[in-house]
RNA sequence: GCGCCUGUAGCUCAAUUGGAUAGAGCGACAGACUACGGAUCUGUAGGUUGUGGGUUCAAAUCCCGCCGGGCGCACCA
């Protein structure tokens, strides 16, 4: 088996070449007048009687050709060779589908490469090692991470294991922004906290961080160094404590986002950035190509010659630079690291931004469709069919941190990639808690727990625990809920590719629970340790290929692959 | 006013990207083990896919209008 592709590609891969085989011949006979170019798109239907493999080619040709289906789909099947294939039948149904009918043949090869895969099944090679950035989460250093920020680190950890799963070279990117208005209004917070611990009567700042964290700061700070930094003339001072705050904040950013199960491959520093002066080189590069103006005593990006709505300052007339500039810069420089395609995933506040960043580096050049990003909606909570309000002014405010003790990891990363990125989501917070049946998380985790109690019964029974594929009679495995799980199984790295293309993680929920569902079919219809031992092992090998995939796909999710609950 | 997202079962959401009789979970109702974990399984009820048109063999999906919800429209970041 090719290590880059699997199974079920190659089943689906020799189907198309048959048909288009077939079409080709019957061209040649003239059996389709007024042929036309179409895709050949192979599917699994849902329903047994639709075969285990369909297509609907002979409508999407007949409506090009001014013909009906089932006589364009009667001229393939007329000229489609089944010769040393595992397809045993072909009928046509309803408009024109195709429906193949296979020999359970496939599913032993499928179920072996299970076996001899293990952890890395699902894997194919079909992303060829592209390199991919994808920056996610990269919240402000001035607060602690939100219910929000949990979603898109949800969304972009299993986004990130999806594509590298697909072959993809992924790099998980945190952007900091520690430069700019706001890590100086955070430093003079911190300082008006630091004097109010240390008994002084200040103000504090308008527009300030009132979070009870920076207080924290304060009176560790106190701890560490006493009322020295006052010493500290001003411009040191500020600089010091804008420092300090911003390495505490992305410290414990750091922390809550290691519990939630990411690690990050790269904090990147905007500071960094702006110390090189990449944001003043990004600007002279925009000039010298032509797409900056002054006008108003201001300079201006013409960011509509590349689909922006009205063009964007860039220099504002008291001479400082808009945030657009490093952020252009930024981009640059992914791109300068040898990406070839960035993947940005940002908040819906922020879409409006979207344009004129894609606009700033086509300007720099750059394909404007490598830059890909993805709104994460909004997340309501709710408790008691309330909606919890959130504002960072006042009132109730929910941490990340909160909701990861509330709810627990598995539950929030699985309730997060339950909907679509682009869905507005309502987390209902006594359901992620609650340790019942009501808990979708417990569904697939209690699935992998039962195969694993399973193999625990088997030993205890002396059994040895699971056979290869190679001494077990694989023929035994025919009940119809054993045949659908494992097409199920099969199926896992194609919906992998596929769910990695359409950027939907949700569809990886979605897949799991079908799996769940399909085993907790087969264990209540099937007993897998029984007197007959010849029956058992088969029907163990295919609780293991289950586990396996149950556990890498839990493994994408950021979900642990429980043993006992 | 303009732009983005969105509207599907009582609730929360799917729908293999234009495919076959629109499916799950929760909730409701009725059932199922003297053996592998009942956090399970099997069934029943529940729908004019917000609405009106259009495109075609085929529309929840694509196009246009209208209605409702969320977000954004800075010389802020």
Redesign the pocket.
């Known amino acids: 088996m090719d290590e880059s592709t699997s199974v079920i590609n190659q089943v689906k891969t020799d189907i198309k070449k048959r048909i288009a085989e077939a079409i080709d011949k019957a061209r040649q006979k003239g059996d389709l007048p007024g042929y036309v170019e179409a895709d050949i798109?192979i599917?699994?239907?849902?329903?047994p009687?639709?075969?285990d493999f369909?297509?609907?080619?002979?409508?999407?040709l007949?409506?090009e050709m001014?013909s009906?289906?089932r006589s364009v789909a009667g001229a393939i099947v007329r000229y489609l060779s089944l010769e040393d294939s595992w397809i045993q039948r072909v009928?046509i149904?309803?408009?024109?589908?195709?429906?193949f009918f296979l020999s359970t043949g496939w599913l032993q090869e499928a179920m072996a490469d299970i076996w001899k895969k293990g952890p890395v099944f699902g894997s194919t090679g079909y992303g060829a090692g592209k390199k991919i950035l994808l920056e996610f989460v990269s919240a402000?250093p001035t607060g602690p991470l939100n219910v929000v920020n949990a979603r898109a680190a949800a969304i972009g950890d299993c986004l990130a294991s999806l594509l590298e799963a697909s072959g993809y070279q992924v790099s998980r990117e945190f952007y900091i922004?520690d430069?700019?208005?706001?890590v100086d209004v955070l430093a003079d917070s911190l300082e008006a906290r630091y004097r109010q611990q240390l008994g002084q009567d200040v103000p504090f700042p308008e527009n300030g961080y009132r979070g009870e964290y920076l207080i924290d700061f304060a009176k560790e700070l106190i701890e560490e160094k006493g009322d020295s930094i006052l010493e500290l003339p001003d411009p040191e001072r500020h600089e010091w404590l804008k420092q300090y705050a911003v390495s505490r904040m992305v410290g414990k950013q750091k922390q809550t986002l290691l519990e939630y199960g990411l690690e990050y491959d790269t904090w990147f520093s905007e500071k960094s950035l702006r110390d090189e002066g990449a944001p003043e080189a990004t600007l002279r590069l925009l000039a010298e190509r032509g797409f900056i103006y002054e006008?108003?005593?201001?300079q201006w990006l013409k960011s509509t010659k590349f689909g922006d709505?009205?063009d964007?300052?860039v220099?504002?007339?008291?001479g400082?630079?808009?945030?657009?500039v490093p952020d252009i810069a930024y981009h640059k420089n992914k791109f300068e690291r040898g990406f070839d395609h960035l993947i940005d995933i940002l908040?819906?506040?922020?879409?409006?931004?979207v344009?004129r960043l894609k606009a700033g580096i086509a300007a720099l050049g750059y394909p404007p469709e490598s830059l890909e990003v993805i709104?994460a909606?909004?997340v309501?909570l709710?408790r008691g069919n309330q909606v919890v309000k959130m504002s960072k002014r006042g009132g109730e405010f929910v941490s990340m941190d909160e909701l990861l003790e509330e709810a627990g990891k598995d539950a929030c990363r699985f309730f997060f990639l339950?909907?679509?990125p682009?869905?507005?989501?309502?987390f209902?917070l006594d359901?992620a808690r609650l340790?019942?049946?009501?808990?979708?998380v417990?569904?697939v985790?209690?699935?992998h727990?039962?195969i694993?109690?399973?193999f625990?019964?088997?030993r205890q029974e002396g059994v040895v625990p699971a056979l290869g594929p190679n001494e077990i009679d694989f023929s035994l495995l025919r009940e119809p809920?054993e045949i659908q799980l494992m097409k199920l199984l099969a199926a896992f790295p194609e919906e992998v590719y596929?769910?990695s293309?359409?950027?939907?993680p949700?569809?990886l929920i979605?897949y799991m629970?079908n799996v769940?569902?399909a085993f907790?079919?087969f264990?209540?219809?099937?007993?897998?340790?029984?007197?007959d031992k010849e029956l058992s092992a088969a029907?163990l090998y295919l609780a293991r290929v289950c586990q396996i995939v149950l556990a890498n796909a839990l493994r994408m999710a950021g979900v642990s692959a429980?043993?006992?609950?």
């Open positions: 798109k599917h699994m239907p849902a329903k009687e639709q075969g369909a297509t609907g080619v002979a409508m999407a007949a409506s001014k009906d289906g009928d149904a309803g408009p024109g589908f195709l429906n402000n922004n430069a700019g208005n706001q006008k108003d005593g201001a709505d009205k964007r300052v220099v504002k007339s008291d400082e630079m808009t945030y657009l908040g819906p506040d922020h879409h409006g931004y344009s709104i909606q909004t309501r709710i339950m909907r679509a682009s869905s507005h989501l309502d209902d359901l340790q019942s049946n009501e808990n979708p417990y569904y985790q209690y699935a727990a039962r694993a109690s399973i625990r019964q088997a809920s596929e769910i293309q359409a950027r939907e949700n569809r979605n629970m769940a569902s907790h079919s264990y209540t219809q099937c007993r897998v340790l029984g007197e029907r429980p043993e006992a609950m």
